[in-house]
Nanobody, 126 residues
Framework: QVQLVESGGGLVQAGGSLRLSCAAS????????MGWFRQAPGKEREFVAV????????RYADSVKGRFTISRDNAKNTVYLQMNSLEPEDTAVYYC???????????????????WGQGTQVTVSS
């Protein structure tokens, strides 16, 4: 029902920056909690950041806190992830995800999200 398309990934040196975008289809984007997750080779998909439907509340994984910023533009049906001071450990496929506001018990859990993008590769070199 809701389609999510990520973009903005690429190859960057350690200390550099990237800005990921996730464009969403649908007319009810403003009613969804939006999250960013990532998955490195051989590892489980992990939480990165989340933003409330209104954009007022944000949460970050400890590993990215202070370096990454999540934001959204409901008029454009788009959520962003600004990534600064990138480290090789940030290398992963990054996914955006959506879940209806007002449901579930955790914004950080993979299983709480209903819709997922195809992912975009981020590679950080030393």
């Amino acid at each position: 029902q809701v389609q999510l398309v990520e973009s903005g990934g690429g190859l960057v040196q350690a200390g550099g920056s990237l800005r990921l975008s996730c464009a969403a289809s649908g007319r009810t984007f403003s009613s969804y909690v939006m999250g960013w997750f990532r998955q490195a080779p051989g590892k489980e998909r992990e939480f990165v950041a989340v933003i409330s439907a209104t954009g007022i509340i944000t949460r970050y994984a400890d590993s990215v806190k202070g370096r990454f910023t999540i934001s959204r533009d409901n008029a454009k049906n788009t959520v962003y992830l600004q990534m600064n001071s990138l480290e090789p450990e940030d290398t992963a496929v990054y996914y955006c995800a959506a879940r209806a506001a007002g449901s579930g018990t955790s914004w950080l859990a993979v299983y709480e999200y209903d819709y997922w993008g195809q992912g975009t590769q981020v590679t950080v070199s030393s």
